[in-house]
């Protein structure tokens, strides 16, 4: 069995709601076989990583790691909870199914890159296409197994919820851009 150490490193921050517990969660909802060689899960927030020099390169574009909501490093991820959770009001972070989304959406994004990594060695032009299409697949996964009990309610207000979810979409893109 992989084992994935979880740990928390914030500096002058506390979560708006507890993490660690959802994140044990999604991690439990990934084949075995695409955790190994993923040693650590490091929850922590932009501040603490002010100090780390250099610029990330994705897709032709520059950034530094704290303007990330999460990063992928040999074997160990990153995740800036302060960045995941900001575009959501707090209210809807104490929604359990909710607040596990919006990890597991930065969460398994990460562990795409480590599969590409491993499993899928070599220059690829599109690496955040393949860990989308790894998150999709896995965020699938678990909300067709955790979550089956939503899938009629989703259908129904599916309606009222993809404006609201446009919205969200449109000022995430503004705070990034």
Known sequence: MAKVKVEEQYFDYTPPVRVHRSLRLLLRYVPEEHLNGLYRVTLTNSENLRSVRGKITSEKRRFRPADCQGLYRKGHIFLLIDRIFSPYPELFLLVSPFKTFV????????????????????????????????????????LRQRYWYLAWTASVFRPILRPIAARLRERIAKEEA
């Open 103 to 142: 990890l597991g959406e930065v969460l398994y994004h990460e562990i795409g890159h480590h599969i590409h990594r491993l499993e899928e060695p070599g220059y690829r032009t599109d690496k955040e296409a393949v860990a989308d299409q790894w998150k999709d697949k896995f965020l699938q996964l678990f």
